[in-house]
């Protein structure tokens, strides 16, 4: 069986999916096998000291030590390791980087944001877009949104801004990214006719399932709005108990609402699909791409 491995080092959690590769008549398919998730919450450290301090440098040691073993157990084959904005963005991420190379024998890729948007669009899901519509793809993670527009199935313009769950939490998020973000979208999709949003990254999947909308159909602007009044409504404690969500889930969701609701608005976007694919399914897609293609 052959089997690859993504890691994603994110600004609030880190993952690891070992993924099993399978040969079809259409090409090469995954099938998910393990996913780790670790709330490690790096982007505290990143956003407000631009440092990440020692004790979540071990942790980080510690869960890529782990993820090695696992990958190891697992024989996995191939495998391709990134972190996003909150190594990116602190003065010790390339030491850090270079830690978890001697001690987990895992070699790190620090990304920049258009590398991040390239990896999240080996997912294609363009192949499953109507070609009459045009679309802005939307993923929101901890430290930074990464827009891109797709026209007849193709991407046309693609931006990552810094603005984040994270970030939004710590007061990190500045006004003037908020308006560069907002001209570049309108500016991007004044000129086209029923625009579509695609939304990824964990906190829109949780509010696609909250929202109780079938698998496959789209999540209403009017549902996503009144979905967020109702969690922002609750404190913390409340939603945590109410609704089950995990104690790293339940803060950050409010902000992803918001960044979602804030773009369905400048862009009068009524409706948004929710595929399930994120980060760590891109980096199997390109590493199926660059080994067996």
């Not at 994110?10 to 096998?33: C, M």
């Not at 963005?89 to 024998?105: C, H, L, M, V, Y």
């Not at 984040?164 to 004044?190: H, Y």
Request: with cysteine.
């Amino acid at each position: 069986m052959l089997r690859y491995a993504a890691i994603d080092i994110g600004s609030n959690a880190v993952r690891l999916l070992i993924a099993d590769i399978t040969h079809t008549e259409e090409g090469y398919t995954f099938k998910k096998n393990t996913l780790v998730r670790v709330p490690l919450r790096l982007g505290d450290d990143a956003f407000l000291d631009h440092y990440i301090s020692e004790r979540k440098a071990g942790e980080l040691v510690k869960s890529m030590i782990a993820f090695r073993h696992l990958m190891d157990v697992y024989h996995v084959s191939a495998y391709l390791a990134c972190a996003t904005s909150a190594l990116r963005d602190s003065a010790n991420g390339k030491q850090i980087a270079e830690r978890i190379r001697e001690e987990a024998d895992i070699d790190l890729e620090i990304i920049e944001g258009q590398r991040e948007a390239n990896i999240i669009y080996s997912n294609h899901i363009e192949n499953n877009l109507d070609p009459d519509k045009s679309y802005l793809y939307i993923d929101v993670g901890g430290g930074s949104t990464e827009l891109s527009v797709f026209v007849n199935r193709q991407p046309v313009a693609s931006r990552s801004f810094n603005i984040g769950t994270i970030r939004i939490l710590d007061n990190q998020d500045k006004d003037e990214t908020w308006e560069e973000m907002r001209d570049w979208v309108k500016a991007q999709t004044k000129s086209l006719r029923n625009v579509v949003g695609i939304g990824t990254g964990g906190n829109i999947n949780k509010l696609f399932r909250m929202s109780g909308e079938k698998e496959g159909l789209p999540l209403s602007f009017l549902k996503l709005k009144s979905l967020y009044n109702e969690l922002n409504s609750y404190s913390l404690k409340e939603r945590i108990s109410i609704y089950g969500l995990n104690p790293d889930r339940a803060d950050v969701i409010i902000p992803a609402a918001e960044i979602f609701i804030t773009l369905m608005k400048w862009t009068g976007i009524k409706q948004v699909y929710v595929p399930k694919v994120g980060m760590v399914d891109g980096i199997i897609n390109l590493l199926i791409e660059e080994n067996l293609s």
